[in-house]
């Protein structure tokens, strides 16, 4: 129920140091300046601090001004929930009428529904963007209950279609699944029209476009966009169904297409985003491609560093001073120059995501609620080190990645069971 007393402080909420406002966290690379707060003594309490339920889906909590934000679908509809970050308690909730899955889903129904894009916070406006799996992109107003700014439906705007098929492995299609991103007074998402532009920019005020990109790729599967600067230059790194492409964000170039990597998934199935680091992107799929791959990025061209055969399918990598990190199947500690293997162990199952936090610890979170803290290589170079670990939070997979907020770690399923957690100071 709508609780009106919290509902008046809705238009305090604030950006601050220990929000986790976009997809990926506070600088969209897994990273946090929080401590784990491992101790041996204690760390995840036995009971959550609350626990609430959402409507399906694998859309990841955003956390802004002690609020949480949730996406999910419940009797036909996308519900936008935003809850007291403290207690649980419901701030306010807007609704929209939404299919379960896209219109052209196909394939995995049974173990996927609702949206899986995360909602994308901008601290300027203080609006909220949402994407529906059936295409609805929505702008929310946190001080004003949720009101809705203005929206559009991609698939009817852009007549979009079912994605192809491109290998020989069946078809699949999601739906949309790639979180929006706000970049200046922009609103970028990945539309994946083969008439107006992969990437589409709208005025994040207005909702009306202001550019297309030249690149005309159906859209993939990933999580979301990763921006990047080559040489210099704005650009966006996307995981399309057929490349690997950075896009330019500047001026009168903004569109354009710094350069192409041919990237081919099975099933359409590139779940992980890119990852960044100057002017390299780590894309990885298993299937056929069953690898990881580094890519190095200039204003004319994109070459392969190096390929090794760690692929994740889910866990988008977190590059962490000298390794990356990766938790499918297993957790994976790799060189960020050679993609060597230097550890692996543990039991992640295909759900899977981690975080890095300030005290070079990760958090791992995956199969049906397994949520752990291990040491990075800065703490354990040359073995697997897992501190402690509790498994079975929820009965569900746990296609959503973890979000960590002022010492509350936020968990959640793909039925959209939510548990928060106090840890320790």
């Given at each position: 129920m709508l609780c009106l007393l919290l509902a008046a402080?809705?238009?305090?909420?604030?950006?601050?140091?220990?929000?986790?406002?976009?997809?990926?966290?506070?600088?969209?690379?897994?990273?946090?300046?929080?401590?784990?707060?491992?101790?041996?003594?204690?760390?995840?309490?036995?009971?959550?601090?609350?626990?609430?339920?959402?409507?399906?889906?694998?859309?990841?909590?955003?956390?802004?001004?002690?609020?949480?934000?949730?996406?999910?679908?419940?009797?036909?509809?996308?519900?936008?929930?935003?809850?007291?970050?403290?207690?649980?308690k419901e701030v306010?909730?807007?609704?929209?009428?939404?299919?379960?899955?896209?219109?052209?889903?196909?394939?995995?129904?049974?173990?996927?529904?609702?949206?899986?894009?995360?909602?994308?916070?901008?601290?300027a406006t203080k609006y909220l963007h949402?994407?529906?799996?059936?295409?609805?992109?929505?702008?929310?107003?946190?001080?004003?209950n949720g009101k809705n700014i203005w929206k559009r439906n991609l698939y009817d705007d852009y007549q979009v279609g079912r994605r192809p098929k491109l290998t020989r492995a069946p078809l699949r299609d999601y739906g949309y699944t790639s979180s929006p991103l706000v970049h200046g007074d922009w609103l970028l998402a990945e539309v994946g029209s083969t008439k107006s532009g992969t990437v589409i920019a709208f005025d994040k005020m207005t909702g009306k476009q202001v550019w297309a990109s030249e690149l005309r790729d159906e859209a993939g599967h990933t999580g979301g966009m990763a921006p990047m600067r080559v040489e210099g230059v704005p650009c966006v790194a996307v995981v399309t169904?057929?490349?690997?492409?950075?896009?330019?964000?500047?001026?009168?170039?903004a569109g354009k297409t710094v350069a192409v990597f041919p990237w081919v998934?099975?099933?359409?199935?590139?779940?992980a985003s890119p990852a960044v680091r100057d002017d390299c992107v780590l894309v990885t799929a298993a299937y056929n491609q069953n690898s990881i791959c580094k890519v190095k990025f200039t204003l004319k061209e994109a070459r392969e560093l190096w390929r090794q055969k760690f692929p994740s399918k889910v866990c988008t990598p977190v590059i962490h001073k000298d390794h990356v990190y990766v938790a499918w199947q297993k957790v994976r500690c790799l060189s960020w120059e050679t993609g060597e293997l230097k550890w692996e162990g543990g039991t992640i199952g295909d759900p899977g995501s981690c975080i890095v936090t300030a005290d070079d610890r990760l958090i791992?979170?995956?199969?049906?609620?397994?949520?752990?803290?291990?040491?990075?290589?800065?703490?354990?170079?040359?073995?697997?080190?897992e501190l402690t670990a509790v498994d079975g939070l929820f009965r569900s997979a746990a296609w959503p990645h973890v979000a960590l907020s002022d010492g509350r770690l936020f968990c959640r399923d793909r039925e959209g069971h939510l548990s928060c957690f106090v840890l320790p100071r």
């Open positions: 402080t809705a238009c305090h909420c604030q950006s601050h140091a220990a929000d986790w406002p976009f997809w990926r966290g506070p600088a969209r690379d897994g990273h946090t300046e929080e401590s784990s707060r491992w101790s041996k003594e204690a760390w995840l309490p036995a009971e959550p601090a609350w626990r609430a339920t959402l409507g399906v889906g694998a859309s990841s909590p955003v956390v802004v001004g002690g609020q949480v934000f949730l996406l999910g679908n419940a009797d036909g509809r996308d519900v936008l929930r935003c809850l007291s970050a403290a207690d649980g306010w909730s807007v609704n929209y009428a939404c299919r379960l899955y896209g219109r052209f889903h196909e394939g995995d129904e049974g173990i996927y529904s609702g949206p899986s894009s995360t909602p994308e916070y901008d601290p949402t994407l529906s799996a059936d295409g609805h992109l929505n702008c929310w107003d946190t001080r004003q169904q057929r490349n690997l492409a950075v896009i330019r964000l500047d001026g009168d170039k998934t099975d099933f359409a199935n590139n779940i791992v979170f995956g199969k049906n609620g397994k949520l752990s803290v291990v040491e990075t290589a800065v703490r354990s170079p040359a073995k697997y080190e």
